[in-house]
């Protein structure tokens, strides 16, 4: 099932270091290499999917939702609030092609969403 030349696969697979922060059958979450808030979390499916089209297509998108919603407890923010984004795409500049969702918070986002 992992993508062969897949970074997040790899990640997911413990073959490239990671700072694990939440895990269950379906999920995989870790610290951003390059955090853009103080609590800055990739939540990704365990199955290799491109993007939002293709993990709303195989029903991944309950999942990788009610794992932000822990992990957001988790670290202290569910109540100061958050930000949940997912890249899709050139425009949309996703740079990994697995599908991940970005949690941000920590601190007063900007409104700026684009
Ligand atoms: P995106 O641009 O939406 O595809 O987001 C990809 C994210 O992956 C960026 O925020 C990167 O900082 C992050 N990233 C890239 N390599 C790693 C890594 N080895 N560990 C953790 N985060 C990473």
Do not use: Y
């Not at 365990?46 to 998108?61: D, P, R, S, T, Y």
């Amino acid at each position: 099932m992992p993508m062969e030349d897949c970074l997040f696969c790899k990640i997911i697979a413990g073959d490239i270091p990671s700072a694990k922060v939440f895990e269950n059958d379906e999920v995989f979450a870790f610290r951003d290499i390059n955090p853009q808030a103080p609590v800055h979390v990739l939540i990704v499916p365990k199955k290799h999917v491109a993007n939002v089209i293709e993990g709303a297509a195989c029903g991944l998108m309950n999942a990788l939702c009610g794992a932000a919603a822990q992990i957001a407890a988790q670290e202290g923010i569910d109540k100061t609030g958050f930000r949940l984004i997912t890249n899709c795409g050139h425009d949309g500049c996703q740079s990994v092609g697995h599908l991940h969702l970005h949690l941000l918070g920590g601190r007063q986002l900007s409104e700026t969403m684009a």
